[in-house]
């Protein structure tokens, strides 16, 4: 196991195209980082230099203390496991996560070997499967089969691209506890890529959010979505995404397309001189009036709006509002849209309700929400002028005290299964 040290990474294609702009970021030992952001920006090339695949134009890569750029991915010793999970068909299960043990002939006893795969297939429970062909087996034991191969060599890192992307629905959700859990208890330094979002937000300790080759923020799920620094990062975290809207400053009232907030200080501050800003809401920071608590109420804003429509999911209730944005923040979130693979729709305010709300399609409703939640963002740089660095800074403190708490369970129970009984 090893720490990854990134320092002013560089990736240059020989086409001069730039696809890694001078990244910096420190993976710990035993951590587990989520390499994330819309197609294109750089994910899956980041994660190819570091295992060896894709040269490196200019800065540093280290593992552990050795500086590693120049060497061959054979001598980095960290094991990759790719999308399409590269098994060999013709080897039977047993023999597709021993390969990599028989590559140095002579290296390990046969002794060696069985011991090394019976204890991969325990963890992945994979035992009644040994014998039989990767064509015969699920994805979801394929994955794991893959997987083996990659905890036999005891690599110092596990690197995986998009290894759920090929499985249905349901066994992705499997599959996540599964590689959540097993990195928990093997503590094997990860860095992960992918495009989604619950993977990103349940899998890591931290998240790197990456934009058109440049890190935007890397911090803990929840650092992320209660804290993010920028618009970009604020919209790309959070499923349905965060809402924008248009604010406009108007005395000591902040005019929203649906509601006029009174600014208190906080918010004030984060306005500071603009005449303009842009709000980001989250959907489940809305209520519906009828089905909040009376204390409640007095301590947000209401508002009346046609619903036009809704989506009731059993556990939560969608309701979408159509709004009209401002010319002068238009530009800027039709670009963010675009960047973030939307779909250009018309500008409408995305609500989660409580599943028993009342509200219904084509009626209207009355609506509350804190405007303490409320991020406003500067509308030119896209700054996030509502960051409080001290509340982020708690964020950050707390998921590392989690994560140690877990590594420590991890290793007693490792101890106590290795006791002689
Ligand atoms: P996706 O989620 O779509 O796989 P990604 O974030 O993994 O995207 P990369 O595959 O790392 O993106 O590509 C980053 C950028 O580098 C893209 O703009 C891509 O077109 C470009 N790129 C990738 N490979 C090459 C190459 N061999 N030559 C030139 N440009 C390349």
Redesign the pocket.
């Known amino acids: 196991m090893a720490s990854i040290t990134l320092n002013q990474l560089v990736k240059t294609?020989?086409?001069g195209?730039t696809?890694i702009k001078g990244v910096d970021l420190d993976i710990a030992d035993g951590e587990f980082v989520i390499l994330v952001?819309p197609?294109?920006?750089?994910?899956?090339?980041?994660l190819r230099m570091i295992v060896g695949l894709e040269d490196i134009t200019d800065g540093e890569l280290r593992i552990g203390d050795e500086v590693v750029n120049d060497k061959a991915p054979r001598d980095r010793d960290l094991a990759m496991v790719f999308q399409n999970y590269a098994l060999y068909p013709h080897l039977t299960v047993y023999e597709n996560i021993a390969f990599p043990l028989r590559l140095n002939k002579g290296q390990f006893s046969d002794e060696e070997i069985e011991q090394k795969v019976r204890r991969a297939s325990a963890l992945l429970e994979l035992d009644e499967h040994l014998e039989r062909k990767p064509a015969n087996l699920s994805g979801g034991q394929r994955q794991r089969v893959a997987m083996g191969r990659a905890i036999v060599r005891e690599a110092k890192a596990f690197l995986f691209d998009e290894p759920l992307s090929n499985l249905d629905a349901k066994l992705r959700g499997q599959m996540r506890t599964e590689i959540a859990r097993l990195q928990r208890n093997l503590a094997t330094t990860t860095v992960y890529?992918t495009?989604d979002q619950t993977e990103a937000m349940t899998l890591g300790d931290r998240v790197a959010v990456?934009r058109r080759g440049e890190l935007q923020q890397v911090a803990s799920p929840r650092g992320l979505y209660d804290q993010p620094l920028n618009l970009f990062v604020a919209g790309f975290i959070g499923s349905p995404p965060m809402n924008f809207l248009p604010g406009i400053v108007e005395g000591d009232v902040l005019r929203l397309p649906v509601v006029d907030v009174p600014m208190d200080d906080r918010l004030r501050t984060a306005v500071g001189d603009r005449e303009i800003v842009i709000v980001g809401i989250r959907p489940d920071a809305f209520e519906d009036v009828d089905t909040l608590e009376g204390d409640r109420v007095r301590s947000g804003v209401t508002f009346e709006v046609d619903v036009d429509v809704t989506e009731w999911l059993g556990e939560v209730l969608y309701a979408y509002i159509p709004f009209e944005t401002h010319e002068a923040v238009k530009d800027q979130l039709e670009e963010l849209d675009r960047e973030l693979d939307g779909e250009g729709m018309r500008s409408q305010l995305i609500i989660a309700l409580d599943a028993a709300s009342a509200v219904r399609p084509g009626e209207p409703a009355e609506l509350w929400f804190d405007p303490a939640s409320m991020h406003v963002f500067d509308p030119e740089s896209g700054d996030n002028l509502t960051r409080s660095e001290e509340r982020a800074s708690t964020l950050e403190d707390e998921a590392r005290d989690a994560r140690q708490r877990a590594l420590e369970r991890a290793r007693r129970r490792a101890e106590r299964e290795s006791a002689p009984a």
């Open positions: 294609y020989p086409d195209f696809a952001g197609s294109g920006c750089g994910k899956s090339t980041l890529v495009h990456l």
